[in-house]
């Protein structure tokens, strides 16, 4: 009987697959290694974020209970700030895979009635036991007749993520949330007295894994809250840029079409 030859198989279909099959092949496979990472980093920031009043509002209610100056019905209060702020919390880890297609442009939000001023305060009042700790003052200047239709939870996280680094990048110093209409765009501003961003640092800040700070200065983080914010923003219609300089603060601005139909 005849043996084969590496001719005759490579008629017979069994060849090896063409060296560029195979490179197409590692780079599909390293693909999805770095679409997993990503997932996982934005996954940890936006289960992390939120946890951040939570801990605030158990500190407030420990001491409030050790220092003995405790009432039941400010304890009653208390715990039901918990609960809604987990509730809040288990909303937004139910919601966290949509956020995470992000990473493939495939976000897809649901646009519902918001005012605008009335979702300001509730985030403000759940970062101000944080503030508070940090040294920080909010100040919240929003006109009560700005109405939209956004998607609520991921407004309330573009918020949240810029209030809570204004806290942690503010030293200590007063922070100040505002918007105003400007046609049929609602501008929010949130602005910080810390100690700023270079020129430099400003055209990367909002891309994935990138920070602007010295890690050994400040907590550690996975440099994906800007970038996330950008991508709401934009899955929303709208916009995010950063206007500061060294030593003199930073505002941040958020712009949002009023409307769905002006939406991307």
Known sequence: ???????????????????????EEIARL???????DAFIAVAAHELRNPMTPI??????????????????????????RLEWLIER????????LDVSRATTGKLRLVPQPVHLASLIREVVSSLTPLAS????????????CIEGSWDRLALEQILENLTSNAIKYGEGKPILVSAELQGGTAVVHVR?????????????????????VDLSKQGMGFGVGLWIVRQL???????????????????FTVSLPLEPGNQG
């Open 89 to 96: 919390y288990m909303r937004r880890a139910t919601t966290l």
């Open 55 to 80: 801990r605030g509002q158990i500190d407030v209610l420990l001491r409030s209970m050790r220092s003995g100056a405790y009432a039941p019905e400010r304890v009653q209060h208390g715990l039901e």
């Open 192 to 212: 910080d007295l810390g100690p700023g961003i270079s020129e430099a640092d400003q055209a990367r800040i909002f891309e994935r894994f990138e920070r602007a």
């Open 133 to 144: 700790f940090a040294g920080s003052v909010f100040t919240v200047e929003v006109p009560d």
């Open 1 to 23: 009987m005849q043996e084969s030859t590496p001719s005759s198989e490579m008629k017979a279909g069994h060849a090896d697959p063409a060296p560029g099959h195979l490179l």
């Open 233 to 251: 923003a934009q899955a929303m219609g709208g916009e995010i840029g950063v206007d500061c300089s060294l030593g003199q603060g930073s505002t």
């Open 30 to 36: 390293r693909e999805a290694v770095a679409a997993r």
